[in-house]
């Protein structure tokens, strides 16, 4: 028998454990077997892998692709062009896009965009707002893999629901199977200290992150623990950024709430300090916070409170970041920045310090990622008859980020620039096409295509 494709001599890993000196082969775009090298099939295209690592393909839960609408700053070719260079197969729109994705057609025209430029396989969430709470079944229909609400104001002008619409939206979504994340902060604990610190004239980077304090975001988090426990809605908290959140979460987990929860990389990665040594290149919502939060941050993830790990990668222009005054007025940047071509390295470069294993990374950023969103097994497994995506990784490959255009984005503004890493991907296979290698983007735009989900 011969396939169309194998891959041989590497490591492969999955949360269940490791097989050296394995491989993978595939057939039409399916897993058809994973093991010892010396027992794959003979194939069409031999890929060794040089004794490097081979995992699940790398799932990014939370992008901002930024099309339709604002694709002066990103689009899904060039999202999806950086994914691919970064390891990551599938990726996961946010809705705050221009048309808001809040109508079947909206996502279907996101959809439709996705399909004409990917690279790597995607899909998108829908929001709710205070508007559209009766789409909630069509959005269902049309495909969307989850939800969205942004609690407070935000980028995009997205009106957030109240208190009685979110407990009528989680009964509504419960309905479908699907899950409602969120943009977890209280919008009046933050706009109340936003508008008193630009009364005081208080303008540096630092004090963006102080006009969001902790409690907005445990705040948030405990609130819809309440009315997850009262409707019985799966709920996902994006972006934990600190430990006093995590440790919320795990208060809900403990007591029944189904909630899963989501943190990234630059909250692991960087304190509060970045903001003194970065500026406006670090703004970001939920802020980066400080060390005592941060090691929270850290034992409630070893503990498992936090289930994914994803990027927030919201590119914006050089322009709208103010690069070249990054520590002038805050309030005249913007928050967001690029990660889908960092996020591979920041955790591995974790591995590598020891912070966890290769199979706890692997199924936070793979397999986790799939079950919470209803992609799982067809993504995050390397199962038998799934869908051939695997990352193949150097993990002591020693680098720095010297030069942020180097990065594949439109927009490459990032606080990872300059920094240093242990480990990075190498080759990123989605669905058996090869689509990065030998540090090129190999893959077609076109090739990427919507994932199907089913909750039934
Ligand atoms: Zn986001």
């Not at 980028?155 to 009528?168: A, C, K, R, S």
């Not at 972006?239 to 909250?267: F, I, L, M, N």
């Not at 290698?437 to 089913?454: A, I, L, Q």
């Amino acid at each position: 028998m011969t396939v169309d494709l194998v891959v041989r001599n590497c490591t492969v890993v999955t949360p269940a454990g490791r097989t050296p000196n394995g491989g993978v082969a595939v057939e039409d775009g399916t897993i058809v077997a994973v093991g010892r090298s010396d027992r794959l099939p003979d194939a069409d295209r031999v890929v060794d892998a040089d004794g490097n690592v081979l995992v699940p393909g790398i799932i990014d839960g939370h992008i901002h692709n930024r099309e339709p609408g604002l694709e002066y700053k990103e689009d899904w070719e060039s999202a999806t062009r950086a994914a691919a260079a970064g390891g990551v197969t599938t990726v996961v729109g946010m809705p705050n896009t221009d048309p808001v994705i809040d109508r079947p057609d909206h996502l279907e025209l996101k959809f439709e965009r996705g399909e004409a430029s990917a690279h790597v396989d995607f899909q998108s969430y829908a929001v709710v707002t205070s508007e559209n709470i009766d789409q909630i079944p069509a959005i269902d229909e049309a495909g969307a893999l989850g939800f969205k609400i942004f609690l407070g104001s935000t980028v995009g002008d997205v009106p957030p629901p109240n208190d009685g619409e979110i407990l009528e939206a989680m009964e509504r979504i419960g309905e479908t199977g699907k899950r409602l994340g969120f943009h977890e902060e209280n919008g009046e604990i933050i706009d109340h200290y936003t508008e008193q610190f630009q009364a005081e004239g208080r303008t540096k980077p630092i004090d963006h992150s102080h006009s969001r304090p902790v409690i907005a975001e445990q705040e948030a988090v405990e609130r819809m623990l309440t009315f997850a426990e009262e409707t019985g809605a799966k709920i996902h908290m994006f972006h934990v950024s600190s430990g006093s959140a995590a440790e919320a979460v795990a208060r809900g987990k403990a007591r029944g709430v189904d909630v899963t929860a989501e943190t990234c990389p630059h909250y692991l990665w960087f304190t509060e300090e970045v903001m003194r040594e970065k500026g406006n290149v670090a703004r970001v919502q939920p802020p980066i916070r400080d060390a005592d939060e941060q090691a929270r941050l850290w034992n409630a993830l070893e503990e498992g409170a936090i289930d994914t790990i994803a990027t927030d990668h919201a590119p914006h222009t050089p322009d709208e970041k103010k690069v070249d005054d990054p520590f002038g007025n805050t309030w005249d940047a913007i928050s967001g920045f690029v990660g889908l071509e960092t996020e591979v390295p920041a955790m591995l470069s974790f591995v590598d310090e020891g912070r966890f294993t290769l199979e706890e990374w692997v199924r936070r950023h793979s397999t986790r990622p799939a079950q919470v969103w209803g992609m799982y097994p067809q993504k995050g497994s390397l199962q038998v008859g799934t869908d051939a995506d695997f990352t193949i990784i150097d993990p002591d490959a020693e680098w720095t980020l010297t030069d942020r255009d180097t990065l594949h984005s439109k927009n490459c503004v990032t606080p990872f620039e300059g920094e240093s890493f242990t480990g990075k991907a190498v080759t990123t296979v989605v669905r058996g096409e090869v689509v990065y290698e030998d540090g090129d983007v190999v893959g077609k735009s076109g090739y990427g295509t919507r994932v199907d989900v089913d909750t039934e």
